[in-house]
């Protein structure tokens, strides 16, 4: 155990938290523990002649035949303690102290516990045997050699802990062996009093240690500073300059020659305004204002003028003042100067950033929005009309990932050229943000000069963009899309026409880009619709407004319910019921897609939970949740708490979901499956490359797109082709789902061609959960009796090959 541990552990219960250094570092450490040493060593020679002095005292009113042998030997202790305190005080005093270790704190703790046991001593050898004067003397001794060593000692809380509660242990030792017991409740007093004195003795430390720390602060504060300033004085580029009554420079300063690039002999005596002239044939308006000040002996402040440094031209800043001698004779200016050339350049450098993309040099979007506010004013003045067109790469974002960002970057100033080149010297074009830009045209007969100007611009598009790559040249293909709004009349707000142009943007987009749409009125319409759907979706989530469906997968050959699909719906108070056609999109594109889909899954395995037996429920997947982290925790957790068998849960996908070219979507996919859980290819058939994705991920099972169903054994393409689709997965081992299923003669023909299951109306519309067990029984039975479609032509369906 650590010598000062007790000490320590006593104080905290009795007076709170002990000084802490934790969060100083060692240097800092070793500095205070030296100054709480040396505020009580520079004491050293007034605290030893006042213990030499009572210990003379004390012998000489004590000395006996009983007493003699202790005070000779009690004597000696306190003449060597005090010979060992003057000794280190001398030798502390004439080589001073940088630092403490914690050792030598524990070294001065010892020294002021020798202390304390000497003194604790005499009232434990000397109370009890005296008369009732002497014990009034050694008690009035005692109280003072222990509040003045608690007082001296204050700034070591430890030392001054441990010298105070053992001297004051031998007094009251002293005290309870004399026998007498009014003594008792001296003793009483003196430890209520010693408490009394400890915490003032630890008070009084802390606030020496948030002195110090205070002081520690100050003095590295004063040290950032002095080499703050010594690095200003060594690196300023600052100078004073002096002329004489004729404008002659005199007195000049080293810096002020090496700033001119010349030595102090080729400066002094010369005129001021020849040699820091730029002697161009054209001087600035600020140096004809310096000549005037000069000449009519003014001051002046912050005069910016050229000056020619040898062979480059830089910027000073001048200031100063005339000065006249006693009689009140011009003598004179005085002044200082500044080369100021870099703080120029980054100025004029932070306006160019604060005005103009870094990337492509085009406006940026704040100076864009200055421009055509300016140039729409004009317009309405003349009653003439504008255009605003805003282009948008498409699939950009796939390019910058593929590739790198600097790749993007080359491609996307390579697009500003391309723009650029389509518009004319009249035209605004901006680089608005990110992949997209914009362009305001004028002076253009509208709106068919824009149309024009979009048609070009997307036909700008259909060539390639050659960037560098590592060195090699490499050819990209991308697309735009073009949104364009015209402006004519009072119809000439920016705002309202960026808002325009973006909302026409966002049409192009949706009609799968590399088009343009010109603005019209249903948009505007559209935009508060989604936005008053994405305020109705956050309402309804929170509100629990949503409702299940469930629509039942039918085996065709047992005829048998095997399962079912879950469907959103969303009955809104304010809409009515909402179509997830409209719905499902805002919510991917909000991202609430993504508490949607885990609030689906969880009630459609907690309903599925109630089915019969081997009964699996299918629910489909947004591309957006495979961008969340917890899309797979969200189904290991739903799974468990409702006791579904993993093997019962189908997780519906479309195509889209490889779109991004993301190894980390078929790496959830591949966990997922790895968990149990039946992966299945929805929408197969109408992507762009069906087949490339059965071969990049083994589907548990494809769903054929309703979109093949409505024709089949009506049309012979449409049936070849569900012919060729069921033997592809055959041989790839997926089980098939036909959706959209809505008469029996589509059922037979499909049971007749080797479909495993069917999904549609001819069955039954999606159901709430309670309305599902009657369907579970019966299956497919209650088709039988009759078709609630019309019947329709049948083709022959051809035999397999």
Not at 256 to 262: I, S
Not at 673 to 698: A, E, K, N, Q, W
Request: some cysteine.
């Amino acid at each position: 155990m650590r010598l000062l541990d007790p000490i320590v552990r006593l104080s905290e219960i009795l007076f709170g938290h002990w000084i802490r250094m934790d969060k100083l570092d060692e240097g800092d450490r070793r500095w205070i523990r030296a100054t709480q040493i040396g505020a009580v060593v520079q004491l050293v020679p007034l605290t030893m002649t006042i213990n030499v002095l009572n210990a003379i005292i004390v012998i000489a009113l004590f000395w006996t035949k009983d007493a003699n042998v202790f005070l000779v030997i009690w004597g000696t202790l306190i003449f060597f303690a005090a010979g060992a305190s003057v000794i280190g005080w001398s030798k502390r005093h004439k080589r001073g102290a940088n630092g403490a270790s914690a050792r030598g704190i524990k070294r001065f703790v010892t020294h002021a516990i020798f202390l304390g046991v000497i003194w604790g001593a005499v009232p434990l050898a000397l109370f009890g045997g005296a008369d009732l004067l002497h014990q009034l003397f050694l008690a009035a001794l005692m109280a003072g050699m222990i509040s003045g060593g608690a007082f001296g000692l204050s700034t070591v809380p430890a030392a001054g802990l441990a010298y105070t509660w053992i001297t004051v242990a031998g007094s009251v030792a002293g005290l309870l062996a004399s026998g007498q017991k009014s003594y008792v409740v001296v003793a009483f007093l003196l430890l209520i009093y010693t408490i009394f004195i400890s915490r003032n003795l630890i008070l009084h430390g802390n606030l020496f240690f948030d002195h110090l720390c205070s002081q520690l602060k100050l003095r590295k504060q004063g040290e950032v500073i002095g080499l703050l300033l010594r690095d200003f004085q060594e690196h300023t580029s600052d100078w004073l300059w002096e002329t004489d009554e004729s404008g002659a420079l005199n007195h000049v300063s080293e810096r002020f020659a090496n700033a001119l690039g010349k030595t102090i002999d080729e400066v002094e005596g010369a005129r001021f305004v020849d040699i820091i002239g730029d002697h161009s044939p054209q001087r600035c308006e600020q140096f004809a204002t310096l000549l005037h000040c000069m000449a009519v002996r003014s001051p002046f402040r912050d005069i910016t003028v050229p000056v020619l440094v040898g062979t480059s031209r830089r910027l000073w800043s001048l200031s100063a003042k005339p000065v006249f001698d006693k009689g009140q004779k011009f003598t004179g200016h005085r002044g200082v100067g500044a080369d100021v050339t870099d703080k120029r350049l980054a100025e004029e450098r932070i306006s160019y950033l604060a005005r103009y993309d870094v990337v492509t040099g085009l406006q940026n979007r704040e100076s864009f929005r200055e421009e055509a506010t300016r140039c729409l004013g004009e317009c309405q003045q003349s009653g003439g009309s504008a255009a605003l067109l805003f282009i948008d790469l498409d699939h950009f974002k796939s390019i910058n990932d593929t590739l790198g960002h600097h790749v993007g970057d080359d491609l996307l100033k390579a697009v500003g050229h391309r723009i650029t080149s389509c518009t004319r010297s009249r035209d605004i074009v901006c680089r608005l943000g990110g992949d997209e830009f914009a362009v305001l045209q004028l002076d253009a007969e509208q709106p068919a000069g824009a149309n024009t100007l979009a048609q070009q611009l997307i036909a700008a598009f259909t060539s390639h963009f050659t960037v560098r790559n590592c060195d090699i040249d490499i050819e990209i293909v991308i697309d735009a899309s073009v949104g364009m709004a015209i402006a004519a009349g009072e119809d000439l707000q920016t705002e309202a026409l960026m808002k325009r142009a973006d909302l026409a943007l966002y049409a192009a987009k949706a009609d799968h880009g590399g088009t343009y749409r010109s603005f019209e009125l249903y948009m505007e319409a559209s935009a508060y619709r989604r936005r008053a759907l994405e305020v109705g979706l956050r309402l309804a989530l929170d509100q629990g407004a949503f409702q299940l469906l469930f629509q039942p997968l039918v085996d065709l050959q047992s005829g048998r319910v095997v399962g079912c699909e879950a469907l959103t719906r969303w009955n809104s108070p304010e809409w009515g019921i909402v179509s997830p056609a409209e719905f499902i999109p805002v919510a991917e594109v909000t991202g609430l897609i993504i508490p949607i889909g885990e609030w689906v899954l969880r009630e459609a395995v907690t309903a599925a939970r109630q089915w019969p037996r081997g009964m699996s429920v299918a629910v489909n997947l947004s591309p957006i949740q495979f961008r969340s982290p917890r899309l797979l925790a969200t189904v290991v957790d739903a799974l468990a708490k409702s006791g579904l068998q993993p093997k019962c849960l189908e997780l519906e996908v479309t195509e889209s979901i490889f779109l991004d070219g993301s190894d980390q979507t078929v790496k959830i996919l591949r966990d997922l499956r790895t968990l149990g859980v039946r992966i299945v290819l929805d929408d197969f058939g109408t992507g762009y490359s069906s087949l490339s994705y059965l071969r990049r991920f083994p589907f548990d099972k494809i769903k054929i797109d309703k979109s093949f169903i409505d024709d089949v054994g009506m049309q012979r393409e449409s049936t070849a082709i569900i012919r060729a689709i069921l033997a592809l997965a055959g041989e790839l081992g997926m089980s098939t789902t036909a959706e959209g299923v809505e008469s029996i003669a589509q059922m037979d023909v499909l049971r007749e061609l080797g479909c495993a299951q069917i999904q549609g109306y001819v069955f039954s519309a999606a159901r709430p959960a309670r309305e599902l067990s009657r369907l579970f029984e019966h299956g497919l039975e209650r088709t039988k009796s009759s078709d609630r479609k019309r019947p329709r032509r049948r083709l022959p369906v051809p035999a397999a090959s």
